[in-house]
Protein backbone atom coordinates (compact mmCIF):
# COMPACT_ATOMS: atom_id res chain seq x y z
CA UNK A 1 0.00 0.00 0.00
CA UNK A 2 1.34 3.49 -0.81
CA UNK A 3 2.63 5.73 2.24
CA UNK A 4 1.36 9.20 2.19
CA UNK A 5 3.90 12.07 3.45
CA UNK A 6 2.51 15.03 4.51
CA UNK A 7 4.52 17.46 5.16
CA UNK A 8 2.28 20.61 7.84
CA UNK A 9 -0.52 19.04 9.87
CA UNK A 10 -2.78 21.94 9.97
CA UNK A 11 -6.37 21.99 9.09
CA UNK A 12 -5.66 20.71 5.60
CA UNK A 13 -3.31 17.91 6.32
CA UNK A 14 -4.80 16.62 9.30
CA UNK A 15 -7.95 15.80 7.17
CA UNK A 16 -6.07 14.79 4.36
CA UNK A 17 -4.34 12.27 6.91
CA UNK A 18 -7.54 11.45 8.14
CA UNK A 19 -9.25 10.63 4.35
CA UNK A 20 -6.05 8.58 3.40
CA UNK A 21 -5.85 6.38 6.93
CA UNK A 22 -9.42 5.50 6.05
CA UNK A 23 -8.82 4.81 2.30
CA UNK A 24 -6.01 2.39 3.31
CA UNK A 25 -2.68 4.42 2.96
CA UNK A 26 -0.15 4.61 5.71
CA UNK A 27 0.91 8.18 6.74
CA UNK A 28 3.57 9.63 8.10
CA UNK A 29 2.98 13.58 8.86
CA UNK A 30 4.89 15.97 10.31
CA UNK A 31 4.81 19.62 11.43
CA UNK A 32 7.04 22.60 12.33
CA UNK A 33 6.82 22.09 16.12
CA UNK A 34 8.41 18.25 15.64
CA UNK A 35 6.57 14.92 15.80
CA UNK A 36 6.32 15.10 19.79
CA UNK A 37 3.43 17.80 19.21
CA UNK A 38 1.61 15.33 17.37
CA UNK A 39 1.15 12.14 19.86
CA UNK A 40 -3.17 12.90 19.96
CA UNK A 41 -3.64 13.51 15.71
CA UNK A 42 -1.53 9.92 15.65
CA UNK A 43 -3.61 8.32 17.87
CA UNK A 44 -6.87 9.43 16.92
CA UNK A 45 -5.44 8.09 13.20
CA UNK A 46 -4.28 4.67 14.49
CA UNK A 47 -1.29 1.96 13.72
CA UNK A 48 -1.37 3.09 10.22
CA UNK A 49 0.08 6.61 10.96
CA UNK A 50 2.79 7.86 12.69
CA UNK A 51 4.61 11.54 13.18
CA UNK A 52 8.00 12.34 11.81
CA UNK A 53 10.22 15.33 11.13
CA UNK A 54 9.61 16.71 7.65
CA UNK A 55 12.68 15.51 5.93
CA UNK A 56 11.98 11.72 7.40
CA UNK A 57 8.00 12.23 6.00
CA UNK A 58 9.47 13.44 2.67
CA UNK A 59 11.85 10.19 2.83
CA UNK A 60 8.91 8.00 4.01
CA UNK A 61 6.46 8.96 1.33
CA UNK A 62 5.75 7.07 -1.56
CA UNK A 63 4.06 10.29 -2.66
CA UNK A 64 4.40 13.82 -0.61
CA UNK A 65 1.20 16.15 0.46
CA UNK A 66 3.12 19.73 1.10
CA UNK A 67 0.50 21.88 2.85
CA UNK A 68 2.58 24.91 4.68
CA UNK A 69 1.58 28.36 4.81
CA UNK A 70 2.88 29.66 1.24
CA UNK A 71 5.88 31.47 2.68
CA UNK A 72 6.94 29.12 4.44
CA UNK A 73 7.52 26.29 1.26
CA UNK A 74 11.25 27.57 1.00
CA UNK A 75 11.39 25.19 4.42
CA UNK A 76 9.88 21.92 2.44
CA UNK A 77 13.56 19.71 2.33
CA UNK A 78 14.01 19.60 -1.04
CA UNK A 79 16.49 16.03 -1.66
CA UNK A 80 13.69 13.66 0.10
CA UNK A 81 11.11 15.03 -2.09
CA UNK A 82 13.39 14.51 -5.49
CA UNK A 83 11.83 12.23 -8.41
CA UNK A 84 8.19 11.98 -6.35
CA UNK A 85 5.09 13.35 -7.05
CA UNK A 86 4.21 16.26 -4.58
CA UNK A 87 0.36 17.60 -3.75
CA UNK A 88 0.73 20.99 -3.15
CA UNK A 89 -2.32 22.31 -1.14
CA UNK A 90 -1.54 25.83 -1.27
CA UNK A 91 -3.28 29.26 -1.81
CA UNK A 92 -1.63 32.92 -2.09
CA UNK A 93 -3.13 35.02 1.15
CA UNK A 94 -0.95 38.29 1.06
CA UNK A 95 -2.05 38.93 4.74
CA UNK A 96 -0.95 35.59 5.66
CA UNK A 97 2.40 35.50 3.56
CA UNK A 98 2.86 38.96 2.34
CA UNK A 99 2.99 40.51 -0.81
CA UNK A 100 4.42 38.03 -4.02
CA UNK A 101 4.64 40.49 -7.07
CA UNK A 102 4.69 38.06 -9.47
CA UNK A 103 1.47 36.58 -7.96
CA UNK A 104 -0.27 40.04 -8.06
CA UNK A 105 0.94 40.10 -11.33
CA UNK A 106 -0.18 36.95 -12.60
CA UNK A 107 3.10 35.67 -13.80
CA UNK A 108 2.99 32.36 -11.74
CA UNK A 109 1.02 30.62 -9.56
CA UNK A 110 1.25 29.07 -5.79
CA UNK A 111 2.07 25.67 -7.37
CA UNK A 112 4.38 26.82 -10.02
CA UNK A 113 6.22 28.41 -7.18
CA UNK A 114 6.57 24.95 -5.28
CA UNK A 115 7.92 23.28 -8.79
CA UNK A 116 10.25 26.13 -8.57
CA UNK A 117 11.28 25.27 -5.22
CA UNK A 118 11.50 21.45 -6.15
CA UNK A 119 12.72 21.22 -9.32
CA UNK A 120 13.05 17.51 -9.50
CA UNK A 121 10.05 16.74 -7.94
CA UNK A 122 6.44 16.14 -9.66
CA UNK A 123 3.99 18.91 -8.51
CA UNK A 124 0.07 18.27 -8.60
CA UNK A 125 -2.49 20.80 -7.19
CA UNK A 126 -4.94 19.25 -4.96
CA UNK A 127 -7.14 19.83 -1.93
CA UNK A 128 -6.87 23.84 -2.24
CA UNK A 129 -10.59 24.75 -3.03
CA UNK A 130 -12.45 22.71 -0.80
CA UNK A 131 -12.81 23.69 3.39
CA UNK A 132 -10.57 21.15 5.08
CA UNK A 133 -13.44 20.19 6.88
CA UNK A 134 -15.13 18.63 4.04
CA UNK A 135 -12.07 17.01 2.97
CA UNK A 136 -12.92 13.62 5.23
CA UNK A 137 -16.69 14.39 4.82
CA UNK A 138 -17.92 15.09 1.62
CA UNK A 139 -16.90 12.31 -0.32
CA UNK A 140 -19.12 9.89 -1.82
CA UNK A 141 -18.48 6.40 -4.14
CA UNK A 142 -18.04 6.59 -7.72
CA UNK A 143 -21.20 6.88 -9.79
CA UNK A 144 -23.23 8.87 -7.01
CA UNK A 145 -25.62 11.25 -8.94
CA UNK A 146 -23.80 15.11 -8.31
CA UNK A 147 -20.72 13.55 -7.08
CA UNK A 148 -18.53 16.34 -5.69
CA UNK A 149 -15.54 17.21 -8.09
CA UNK A 150 -12.00 18.82 -7.19
CA UNK A 151 -9.57 20.29 -9.37
CA UNK A 152 -6.03 19.21 -9.83
CA UNK A 153 -2.96 20.60 -12.05
CA UNK A 154 0.36 19.33 -13.13
CA UNK A 155 3.35 19.34 -15.52
CA UNK A 156 3.33 15.78 -15.14
CA UNK A 157 0.70 13.29 -16.19
CA UNK A 158 1.62 10.55 -13.74
CA UNK A 159 1.00 12.95 -11.13
CA UNK A 160 -2.21 14.34 -12.36
CA UNK A 161 -3.25 10.89 -12.47
CA UNK A 162 -2.43 9.94 -9.03
CA UNK A 163 -4.47 12.71 -7.88
CA UNK A 164 -7.06 11.56 -9.66
CA UNK A 165 -7.06 8.20 -8.22
CA UNK A 166 -6.72 9.52 -4.46
CA UNK A 167 -10.03 11.31 -5.30
CA UNK A 168 -11.95 8.92 -6.57
CA UNK A 169 -10.89 6.68 -3.71
CA UNK A 170 -11.84 9.16 -1.22
CA UNK A 171 -15.01 10.44 -2.83
CA UNK A 172 -14.24 12.76 -5.26
CA UNK A 173 -14.87 13.27 -9.20
CA UNK A 174 -11.81 15.17 -10.72
CA UNK A 175 -11.50 17.56 -13.49
CA UNK A 176 -7.86 18.18 -14.41
CA UNK A 177 -7.73 22.42 -15.19
CA UNK A 178 -4.18 21.15 -17.28
CA UNK A 179 -0.50 22.41 -16.20
CA UNK A 180 0.35 24.15 -13.37
CA UNK A 181 0.67 27.79 -15.14
CA UNK A 182 -3.51 27.08 -15.27
CA UNK A 183 -3.90 26.24 -11.80
CA UNK A 184 -5.29 29.84 -10.81
CA UNK A 185 -8.21 29.13 -11.93
CA UNK A 186 -9.08 27.44 -8.77
CA UNK A 187 -7.37 29.41 -6.28
CA UNK A 188 -8.45 31.78 -3.90
CA UNK A 189 -11.55 34.39 -5.27
CA UNK A 190 -12.24 32.30 -8.11
CA UNK A 191 -15.84 31.25 -8.71
CA UNK A 192 -14.32 27.61 -8.09
CA UNK A 193 -13.02 27.95 -5.04
CA UNK A 194 -14.43 26.80 -1.75
CA UNK A 195 -17.71 26.01 -3.25
CA UNK A 196 -20.01 22.73 -3.81
CA UNK A 197 -19.79 21.58 -7.45
CA UNK A 198 -20.13 18.42 -9.42
CA UNK A 199 -17.62 18.05 -12.65
CA UNK A 200 -19.85 19.71 -15.01
CA UNK A 201 -20.64 22.67 -12.96
CA UNK A 202 -16.88 23.17 -11.51
CA UNK A 203 -15.21 23.14 -15.47
CA UNK A 204 -17.70 26.16 -15.72
CA UNK A 205 -16.73 27.57 -13.43
CA UNK A 206 -13.04 26.89 -14.73
CA UNK A 207 -13.85 29.02 -17.89
CA UNK A 208 -15.12 31.75 -15.58
CA UNK A 209 -12.29 32.73 -13.91
CA UNK A 210 -10.46 35.65 -14.67
CA UNK A 211 -6.87 35.83 -14.11
CA UNK A 212 -6.55 38.88 -11.76
CA UNK A 213 -9.20 40.27 -9.51
Not at 119 to 142: C, D, R, W, Y
Amino acid sequence: MTTLGIIGAGHIGAQVARAAVSSGYDVVIANSRGPETLGDLVAELGPKARAATAAEAGTAGDVVVVTVPLHAIDQVPVEPLAGKIVLDTNNYYFERDGRIEALDKGETTTSELLQQHLPTSKVAKAFNHILASEIATAGAPAGSPNRRALATSSDHDDAAEFVERFYDEIGFDTVNVGPLSESWRVERDRPAYVVRQNAEELTANLALANRLP
